[in-house]
């Protein structure tokens, strides 16, 4: 295995999925730190397809055999929800770093799991929160930060779209499906840091035929003094926003997750509004997946440190944990 400090980083992608044909193989095959090795799938033939179209050298009718692979020493997992965590432990004991699609997982223990394999190991594991690597992400954050809108009294998030539902494996409850799981958790990521960790949360699950959420509502006592709300939805019409009110003005994001898969709908933009004053704050056009890559294959040469580690997966996990909770009493208040 090649792993001087000078040398890309190779990846294996253990899934051949949507999401990693749309974003993580061109980031990759983009990057300056890191270059895709193979490919595996449970469906050689799938897997196959998958490296012909991507240019991928290699490509496995198994996940063992990727991991096997010398040449692969950092994996991304975008397998179904319920089995990021098998998965991931699984790499981290043949040696492998990881990049784990989010959530990582809706048990907290499992989190801890992971990574105290990953320490004992000495393998690096991520969450794949691509959004959090955008320079306007950082922006936003650190506006709130600054204190440029004020004391935060209220911050609030809307993610939803109308998904292909036919066969689509967000609606199997044994694999963890739900809009909590695949949407809400980045609402969660984001509130979490506008308007601090919640001391206690409160959700309300519209379930489909098959026993999974189609649409979410929680709200989030903060311990910093501020409250929170998000809801989301697999069957509505799409949005993707995040609103700040605080005690001198308000900010609000437009399309802060998703910005590179839907160019044709509202363009993005991150606005302060104080008083009857309003200013539009200047956009970073570069792809998130890319620099979430070179993030992590920086790290693992030792450049730099993962951008997201065992604290934030930890703490998104006892959130989701909670609101799972709560959703299954009808709203009852639940502490992280």
Known sequence: MTNSSSAKVGWGL??????????????????????????????????????????????YGGYEALLADEEVEVVYISLPNSEHVTWAIRAVEAGKHVLCEKPMHCDPAEVVRLYDTADRAGRLVMEAFMYRHHPDTQTLFRCVANGDIGEIYHASAALSFSMPLAG????????????LMDLGCYAISAL????????????????????????????????????????????????????VIGSKGVLRAEWPFFRPFFPHLDPPKIEIRTGLDSKLLPLTDVNPYLLQVDNLSRAIRGGERPLLGRSDAHAQA???????????????????
């Open 14 to 59: 253990l899934g051949a999925s949507g999401i990693a044909g749309r974003a993580l193989a061109p980031a990759i095959a983009g990057s300056g730190h890191g270059r895709l090795v193979a490919v595996a799938s449970r469906d050689e033939a799938k897997a196959s397809a998958f490296a012909g179209k991507h240019g991928i050298a290699r490509s």
């Open 168 to 179: 689509n494996i967000r609606l199997d409850p044994a694999l963890h499906g739900g809009a």
């Open 192 to 243: 979490r840091i506008l308007a601090g960790e919640p001391q206690r949360v409160s959700g309300f699950a519209q379930l489909g035929p098959t026993g999974v959420d189609m649409r979410t509502t929680a709200f989030m006592d903060c311990r910093q003094g501020a409250t929170a709300t998000f809801n989301c939805g697999m069957d509505l019409p799409g949005q993707s926003h995040l609103e």
């Open 318 to 336: 006892r959130v989701i944990a909670a609101l799972r909770r709560s959703m299954a009493s009808r709203g009852e208040w639940v502490a992280p």
